[in-house]
Protein backbone atom coordinates (compact mmCIF):
# COMPACT_ATOMS: atom_id res chain seq x y z
CA UNK A 1 0.00 0.00 0.00
CA UNK A 2 1.30 3.19 -1.02
CA UNK A 3 0.37 6.55 -0.10
CA UNK A 4 1.41 10.35 -1.02
CA UNK A 5 1.37 12.93 0.82
CA UNK A 6 -0.44 13.40 4.39
CA UNK A 7 -1.89 9.94 5.36
CA UNK A 8 -3.60 10.01 8.87
CA UNK A 9 -4.95 5.81 9.58
CA UNK A 10 -7.15 4.81 12.45
CA UNK A 11 -6.15 1.34 12.55
CA UNK A 12 -3.66 -0.07 13.96
CA UNK A 13 -0.75 -1.31 11.66
CA UNK A 14 2.23 -4.06 11.96
CA UNK A 15 5.42 -4.22 9.76
CA UNK A 16 6.96 -7.51 8.94
CA UNK A 17 10.07 -5.72 8.16
CA UNK A 18 12.22 -2.92 8.82
CA UNK A 19 10.96 0.93 9.34
CA UNK A 20 12.48 3.78 8.37
CA UNK A 21 11.87 7.36 8.62
CA UNK A 22 13.15 9.79 6.50
CA UNK A 23 13.39 13.53 6.47
CA UNK A 24 13.29 13.99 10.39
CA UNK A 25 12.88 17.72 11.43
CA UNK A 26 15.08 18.16 14.58
CA UNK A 27 13.21 19.59 17.65
CA UNK A 28 13.50 19.72 21.61
CA UNK A 29 11.93 16.24 23.36
CA UNK A 30 9.32 16.45 25.74
CA UNK A 31 9.93 15.27 29.22
CA UNK A 32 8.96 11.85 28.92
CA UNK A 33 8.86 12.16 24.78
CA UNK A 34 10.89 9.01 24.52
CA UNK A 35 9.97 6.00 21.74
CA UNK A 36 10.45 1.93 23.11
CA UNK A 37 9.55 -0.92 22.90
CA UNK A 38 7.19 -3.00 25.24
CA UNK A 39 7.55 -6.62 25.80
CA UNK A 40 5.13 -6.89 22.65
CA UNK A 41 7.68 -5.10 20.06
CA UNK A 42 4.60 -2.45 20.49
CA UNK A 43 6.34 1.03 19.78
CA UNK A 44 5.50 2.57 23.43
CA UNK A 45 6.03 6.07 24.71
CA UNK A 46 7.94 5.84 27.74
CA UNK A 47 6.22 7.06 31.05
CA UNK A 48 7.14 10.20 33.37
CA UNK A 49 7.56 9.06 36.87
CA UNK A 50 6.56 11.79 38.84
CA UNK A 51 9.78 11.31 41.48
CA UNK A 52 12.32 11.58 38.92
CA UNK A 53 13.49 13.63 36.12
CA UNK A 54 16.22 14.88 33.96
CA UNK A 55 19.51 16.18 36.11
CA UNK A 56 19.33 20.18 35.14
CA UNK A 57 22.38 21.01 36.92
CA UNK A 58 25.19 19.84 39.90
CA UNK A 59 26.12 22.07 42.90
CA UNK A 60 28.97 21.59 44.90
CA UNK A 61 28.36 21.48 48.21
CA UNK A 62 30.57 22.15 51.58
CA UNK A 63 34.31 21.09 51.19
CA UNK A 64 33.48 20.36 47.24
CA UNK A 65 34.10 22.16 44.32
CA UNK A 66 33.07 22.29 40.86
CA UNK A 67 29.69 21.20 39.35
CA UNK A 68 27.68 22.62 36.44
CA UNK A 69 24.58 22.57 34.31
CA UNK A 70 25.51 20.98 30.90
CA UNK A 71 27.60 18.50 29.94
CA UNK A 72 29.96 15.71 31.81
CA UNK A 73 30.20 17.05 35.64
CA UNK A 74 33.18 17.06 37.88
CA UNK A 75 33.20 17.26 41.43
CA UNK A 76 36.05 18.07 43.89
CA UNK A 77 36.86 17.42 47.34
CA UNK A 78 38.51 20.03 49.32
CA UNK A 79 38.03 21.86 52.82
CA UNK A 80 36.48 18.80 54.58
CA UNK A 81 36.41 19.43 58.45
CA UNK A 82 35.94 17.09 61.12
CA UNK A 83 32.49 18.26 61.05
CA UNK A 84 31.41 16.28 57.59
CA UNK A 85 32.53 12.87 58.51
CA UNK A 86 30.26 11.08 60.27
CA UNK A 87 30.73 10.37 64.33
CA UNK A 88 31.59 6.66 64.08
CA UNK A 89 34.01 7.55 61.10
CA UNK A 90 36.31 9.44 63.34
CA UNK A 91 38.08 8.94 66.34
CA UNK A 92 39.17 11.89 68.17
CA UNK A 93 41.92 12.70 71.74
CA UNK A 94 38.76 11.46 74.08
CA UNK A 95 38.24 8.42 72.74
CA UNK A 96 39.61 5.05 73.06
CA UNK A 97 41.26 3.55 69.75
CA UNK A 98 39.88 1.17 67.77
CA UNK A 99 42.05 -1.16 66.15
CA UNK A 100 40.01 -1.65 62.65
CA UNK A 101 40.04 -0.66 59.20
CA UNK A 102 36.90 1.47 59.01
CA UNK A 103 37.66 4.36 61.35
CA UNK A 104 40.22 7.15 61.27
CA UNK A 105 41.93 9.48 63.68
CA UNK A 106 42.98 13.00 64.45
CA UNK A 107 45.94 14.17 65.17
CA UNK A 108 45.52 14.34 68.36
CA UNK A 109 44.05 10.83 69.17
CA UNK A 110 47.68 9.69 67.17
CA UNK A 111 49.86 11.77 69.92
CA UNK A 112 47.70 9.90 72.51
CA UNK A 113 48.49 6.56 71.08
CA UNK A 114 51.85 6.96 70.78
CA UNK A 115 52.49 8.45 74.25
CA UNK A 116 50.76 5.63 75.53
CA UNK A 117 53.53 2.85 74.50
CA UNK A 118 55.81 5.27 77.21
CA UNK A 119 57.25 7.74 74.33
CA UNK A 120 57.49 10.98 75.56
CA UNK A 121 57.86 14.25 73.09
CA UNK A 122 59.40 15.89 76.03
CA UNK A 123 63.51 16.91 75.84
CA UNK A 124 66.35 15.02 77.42
CA UNK A 125 69.56 16.44 79.23
CA UNK A 126 71.28 14.08 76.42
CA UNK A 127 71.83 15.93 73.18
CA UNK A 128 74.69 13.51 72.25
CA UNK A 129 77.00 10.24 73.05
CA UNK A 130 81.09 10.46 73.13
CA UNK A 131 83.37 7.86 73.64
CA UNK A 132 86.77 8.63 73.93
CA UNK A 133 89.60 5.70 73.87
CA UNK A 134 92.68 5.90 75.16
CA UNK A 135 93.97 6.18 71.77
CA UNK A 136 92.65 9.65 71.93
CA UNK A 137 89.94 8.62 69.32
CA UNK A 138 86.75 9.78 69.92
CA UNK A 139 83.31 8.03 68.21
CA UNK A 140 80.17 10.27 68.99
CA UNK A 141 76.56 10.57 67.59
CA UNK A 142 74.25 13.59 68.44
CA UNK A 143 70.88 11.97 66.39
CA UNK A 144 68.68 9.13 65.82
CA UNK A 145 70.10 5.63 67.30
CA UNK A 146 73.77 6.02 68.94
CA UNK A 147 74.89 2.50 68.33
CA UNK A 148 78.50 1.58 69.49
CA UNK A 149 80.44 -1.44 69.12
CA UNK A 150 82.86 -2.35 71.93
CA UNK A 151 85.39 -5.03 70.83
CA UNK A 152 88.25 -6.59 72.69
CA UNK A 153 91.37 -7.79 71.14
CA UNK A 154 93.83 -10.56 71.74
CA UNK A 155 94.06 -11.12 75.58
CA UNK A 156 90.98 -8.73 76.32
CA UNK A 157 87.71 -9.75 76.38
CA UNK A 158 84.27 -7.72 76.93
CA UNK A 159 81.16 -9.00 78.86
CA UNK A 160 78.46 -6.59 78.96
CA UNK A 161 75.62 -7.47 81.78
CA UNK A 162 72.53 -4.78 81.64
CA UNK A 163 73.98 -1.27 81.68
CA UNK A 164 77.64 -2.96 82.93
CA UNK A 165 80.62 -3.09 80.21
CA UNK A 166 82.99 -4.99 82.01
CA UNK A 167 86.66 -5.35 80.08
CA UNK A 168 88.45 -8.12 81.59
CA UNK A 169 92.31 -10.05 80.91
CA UNK A 170 91.70 -13.43 79.18
CA UNK A 171 93.92 -15.81 80.81
CA UNK A 172 96.72 -17.42 78.71
CA UNK A 173 96.07 -15.18 75.89
CA UNK A 174 98.34 -12.03 77.02
CA UNK A 175 101.18 -11.23 75.20
CA UNK A 176 104.18 -9.90 78.00
CA UNK A 177 106.69 -8.91 75.31
CA UNK A 178 103.85 -7.14 73.31
CA UNK A 179 102.80 -4.87 76.24
CA UNK A 180 102.93 -1.17 75.65
CA UNK A 181 106.32 0.34 77.12
CA UNK A 182 107.41 -3.26 78.06
CA UNK A 183 111.00 -3.19 78.36
CA UNK A 184 112.66 -7.04 78.18
CA UNK A 185 114.12 -7.96 81.86
CA UNK A 186 113.31 -4.11 83.12
CA UNK A 187 112.56 -5.82 86.76
CA UNK A 188 113.81 -9.11 87.25
CA UNK A 189 117.49 -9.47 85.38
CA UNK A 190 119.44 -12.44 86.21
CA UNK A 191 121.93 -11.41 82.98
CA UNK A 192 123.52 -7.87 84.51
CA UNK A 193 123.16 -5.75 87.38
CA UNK A 194 121.75 -2.65 86.70
CA UNK A 195 119.84 0.43 89.13
CA UNK A 196 116.38 -0.64 89.86
CA UNK A 197 116.25 -4.34 88.78
CA UNK A 198 116.47 -7.33 90.62
CA UNK A 199 119.99 -9.32 90.38
CA UNK A 200 122.07 -11.26 92.91
CA UNK A 201 124.33 -8.87 93.31
CA UNK A 202 121.76 -6.99 94.39
CA UNK A 203 120.23 -9.65 96.39
CA UNK A 204 122.58 -8.70 99.95
CA UNK A 205 120.79 -4.97 99.89
CA UNK A 206 116.56 -6.43 99.67
CA UNK A 207 114.42 -5.44 102.26
CA UNK A 208 116.83 -2.58 103.47
CA UNK A 209 115.86 0.91 103.97
CA UNK A 210 117.56 4.19 102.99
CA UNK A 211 119.95 3.77 105.87
CA UNK A 212 120.85 0.36 105.32
CA UNK A 213 119.14 -0.66 108.44
CA UNK A 214 116.85 -4.55 107.43
CA UNK A 215 113.45 -3.30 106.76
CA UNK A 216 110.19 -5.24 107.77
CA UNK A 217 107.90 -6.84 105.28
CA UNK A 218 104.38 -6.37 107.16
CA UNK A 219 101.37 -8.05 105.83
CA UNK A 220 98.19 -5.88 107.02
CA UNK A 221 95.03 -7.17 109.20
CA UNK A 222 93.00 -8.16 106.29
CA UNK A 223 95.14 -9.36 104.00
CA UNK A 224 97.72 -11.58 104.53
CA UNK A 225 100.98 -12.31 102.24
CA UNK A 226 100.68 -15.25 99.95
CA UNK A 227 103.69 -16.93 98.94
CA UNK A 228 103.83 -20.13 97.72
CA UNK A 229 107.57 -20.60 97.95
CA UNK A 230 110.91 -18.66 97.85
CA UNK A 231 113.73 -19.26 96.33
CA UNK A 232 117.26 -18.20 98.01
CA UNK A 233 120.02 -18.01 95.19
CA UNK A 234 119.46 -19.73 91.87
CA UNK A 235 116.39 -21.93 91.50
CA UNK A 236 118.43 -25.10 92.22
CA UNK A 237 119.34 -23.89 95.26
CA UNK A 238 117.49 -23.66 98.29
CA UNK A 239 113.54 -23.73 98.47
CA UNK A 240 111.35 -22.29 101.36
CA UNK A 241 108.06 -23.59 101.20
CA UNK A 242 105.06 -24.08 103.27
CA UNK A 243 103.32 -27.80 103.28
CA UNK A 244 100.51 -27.35 106.03
CA UNK A 245 99.21 -25.04 108.40
CA UNK A 246 101.97 -23.65 110.95
CA UNK A 247 104.75 -26.14 109.12
CA UNK A 248 107.32 -24.93 106.44
CA UNK A 249 110.01 -26.59 104.94
CA UNK A 250 113.74 -26.29 103.78
CA UNK A 251 113.72 -28.40 100.71
CA UNK A 252 111.16 -30.04 101.85
CA UNK A 253 112.62 -31.12 105.23
CA UNK A 254 110.38 -29.95 107.94
CA UNK A 255 111.25 -26.43 110.32
CA UNK A 256 110.92 -27.44 113.88
CA UNK A 257 109.30 -24.39 115.57
CA UNK A 258 109.70 -23.66 119.53
CA UNK A 259 105.62 -25.21 119.40
CA UNK A 260 107.38 -28.54 118.06
CA UNK A 261 110.76 -29.51 119.30
CA UNK A 262 111.45 -33.27 119.48
CA UNK A 263 112.98 -35.12 122.37
CA UNK A 264 113.44 -38.76 122.03
CA UNK A 265 113.72 -41.39 125.59
CA UNK A 266 115.82 -44.55 125.22
CA UNK A 267 114.55 -47.45 127.88
CA UNK A 268 116.00 -51.00 127.93
CA UNK A 269 115.21 -54.08 130.49
CA UNK A 270 114.81 -57.89 130.90
CA UNK A 271 111.19 -59.75 131.30
CA UNK A 272 109.91 -63.23 131.37
CA UNK A 273 106.32 -62.28 132.61
CA UNK A 274 105.64 -59.36 129.72
CA UNK A 275 102.04 -60.85 129.54
CA UNK A 276 101.86 -58.60 132.75
CA UNK A 277 101.67 -55.25 132.53
CA UNK A 278 105.11 -53.63 133.08
CA UNK A 279 106.03 -49.28 133.37
CA UNK A 280 108.59 -48.37 131.23
CA UNK A 281 111.72 -46.47 133.54
CA UNK A 282 112.45 -43.20 131.64
CA UNK A 283 115.08 -42.57 134.39
CA UNK A 284 117.12 -45.70 134.64
CA UNK A 285 116.39 -47.77 131.34
CA UNK A 286 116.79 -51.10 133.64
CA UNK A 287 114.23 -50.08 136.84
CA UNK A 288 110.94 -51.13 134.47
CA UNK A 289 108.72 -52.26 137.15
CA UNK A 290 104.82 -53.58 137.55
CA UNK A 291 103.87 -51.10 139.97
CA UNK A 292 103.78 -47.36 139.32
CA UNK A 293 105.20 -46.77 142.80
CA UNK A 294 108.94 -46.96 141.41
CA UNK A 295 110.69 -43.73 141.64
CA UNK A 296 112.94 -44.26 138.18
CA UNK A 297 109.50 -44.95 135.87
CA UNK A 298 107.79 -41.46 135.12
CA UNK A 299 109.16 -38.23 133.65
CA UNK A 300 107.17 -34.60 134.19
CA UNK A 301 106.18 -33.09 131.27
CA UNK A 302 108.09 -29.36 131.70
CA UNK A 303 105.48 -28.17 128.84
CA UNK A 304 102.28 -29.23 127.15
CA UNK A 305 103.78 -32.07 124.62
CA UNK A 306 102.81 -35.52 122.61
CA UNK A 307 103.68 -38.60 122.40
CA UNK A 308 104.22 -39.58 118.65
CA UNK A 309 105.57 -42.70 118.43
CA UNK A 310 106.98 -45.58 120.19
CA UNK A 311 109.73 -48.16 118.83
CA UNK A 312 110.18 -51.99 119.85
CA UNK A 313 113.07 -53.79 119.33
CA UNK A 314 113.08 -57.43 121.30
CA UNK A 315 116.03 -60.46 121.20
CA UNK A 316 113.35 -63.08 120.39
CA UNK A 317 110.97 -63.34 117.90
CA UNK A 318 107.88 -61.85 119.12
CA UNK A 319 106.22 -60.94 115.84
CA UNK A 320 103.10 -63.20 116.78
CA UNK A 321 102.38 -61.59 119.98
CA UNK A 322 99.96 -58.47 120.08
CA UNK A 323 101.94 -55.63 121.96
CA UNK A 324 99.69 -52.95 123.93
CA UNK A 325 101.15 -49.65 125.09
CA UNK A 326 99.75 -47.16 127.15
CA UNK A 327 100.40 -44.10 127.62
CA UNK A 328 99.47 -42.74 131.15
CA UNK A 329 99.59 -39.57 133.07
CA UNK A 330 98.85 -38.25 137.03
CA UNK A 331 98.01 -34.57 136.76
CA UNK A 332 98.84 -32.18 138.82
CA UNK A 333 97.33 -31.70 141.89
CA UNK A 334 96.85 -35.78 142.20
CA UNK A 335 98.70 -37.21 144.59
CA UNK A 336 101.45 -40.28 143.44
CA UNK A 337 99.70 -42.80 145.74
CA UNK A 338 96.95 -42.03 143.52
CA UNK A 339 98.49 -43.24 140.40
CA UNK A 340 98.22 -42.35 137.17
CA UNK A 341 95.37 -42.44 134.42
CA UNK A 342 95.37 -44.00 130.81
CA UNK A 343 95.77 -41.13 128.19
CA UNK A 344 95.81 -43.40 125.07
CA UNK A 345 96.56 -47.11 123.64
CA UNK A 346 97.90 -48.33 120.93
CA UNK A 347 98.47 -52.25 119.91
CA UNK A 348 99.78 -53.85 117.20
CA UNK A 349 102.20 -57.02 116.57
CA UNK A 350 105.32 -57.52 118.19
CA UNK A 351 108.69 -57.87 116.09
CA UNK A 352 110.97 -60.47 115.42
CA UNK A 353 114.63 -60.52 116.46
CA UNK A 354 115.64 -58.41 113.72
CA UNK A 355 113.43 -55.70 112.60
CA UNK A 356 112.18 -52.60 114.75
CA UNK A 357 108.26 -52.07 114.95
CA UNK A 358 106.95 -48.99 115.08
CA UNK A 359 103.46 -48.06 117.05
CA UNK A 360 101.99 -44.82 115.89
CA UNK A 361 100.31 -42.47 118.46
CA UNK A 362 99.37 -39.75 116.34
CA UNK A 363 96.44 -42.01 114.56
CA UNK A 364 94.53 -44.86 114.52
CA UNK A 365 94.66 -45.16 118.27
CA UNK A 366 92.76 -48.25 120.03
CA UNK A 367 91.49 -45.54 122.28
CA UNK A 368 91.83 -42.11 123.90
CA UNK A 369 94.30 -39.41 122.41
CA UNK A 370 98.43 -38.73 122.71
CA UNK A 371 98.06 -35.26 125.01
CA UNK A 372 100.04 -34.42 127.72
CA UNK A 373 99.38 -31.13 130.18
CA UNK A 374 102.36 -29.41 131.47
CA UNK A 375 103.42 -30.69 134.80
CA UNK A 376 101.97 -34.27 134.45
CA UNK A 377 103.65 -37.19 135.78
CA UNK A 378 103.84 -39.20 132.31
CA UNK A 379 103.96 -43.01 132.46
CA UNK A 380 103.78 -45.93 129.65
CA UNK A 381 103.28 -49.05 129.79
CA UNK A 382 103.48 -52.39 127.61
CA UNK A 383 101.78 -55.58 128.13
CA UNK A 384 101.84 -58.79 125.79
CA UNK A 385 98.34 -60.94 125.04
CA UNK A 386 100.38 -63.75 125.90
CA UNK A 387 103.76 -65.45 127.50
CA UNK A 388 106.76 -65.20 126.92
CA UNK A 389 110.54 -66.83 127.20
CA UNK A 390 112.93 -64.92 129.16
CA UNK A 391 113.72 -61.52 126.37
CA UNK A 392 115.34 -58.16 126.92
CA UNK A 393 113.25 -55.15 125.05
CA UNK A 394 114.33 -52.15 123.53
CA UNK A 395 112.15 -48.99 123.54
CA UNK A 396 112.65 -45.81 122.31
CA UNK A 397 110.14 -43.30 122.59
CA UNK A 398 109.44 -40.04 120.45
CA UNK A 399 107.98 -36.95 122.26
CA UNK A 400 106.80 -33.28 121.14
CA UNK A 401 106.73 -30.52 123.64
CA UNK A 402 105.25 -27.07 122.96
CA UNK A 403 108.63 -24.31 124.19
CA UNK A 404 106.93 -21.18 122.46
CA UNK A 405 106.47 -20.30 126.30
CA UNK A 406 109.73 -20.48 127.48
Same mark, same amino acid.
Given at each position: ????????????????????????????????????????????????????????????????????????????????????????????????????????????????????????????????? =?????????????????????????????????????? =???????????????????????????????????????????????????????????????????????????????????????????? =????????????????????????????????????????????????????? =??????????????????????????????????????????????????????????????????????????????????????????????
Amino acid at each position: MKFFGQNIQDFISRFRNDVFLESISSGTIASGGHLGLDSNNKIVKAAVSSSSGDIEGVTAGTGLSGGGTTGTVTLNVSGLTISEFAGASLTTSSESFADNDTTLMTSAAINDRIESFGYTTNDGDITGV =RLTGGDGNVASASSGSADFTLTGTSGVDTTVSGTTITF =RAVNGEIDHDSLQNFVAAEHVDWASASAGTIHSTNIPTLNQDTTGAAGTLTASTSNALGIGSIELGHASDTTIARSAAGIITVEGKQVRTAN =RQIQATYSSFTADDIDTKHYIAFNDGDSENTSTTNVDLPIIAPFDGKLLRVNL =RCSRNISSHTMTFRLETQAVGVNFSTGPTIVGTQSGAGCNNTTMTTYDFTTSLDSGDNLIDAGDAVYLSIQSNTSAASSKYYITCIWEWDYSSL
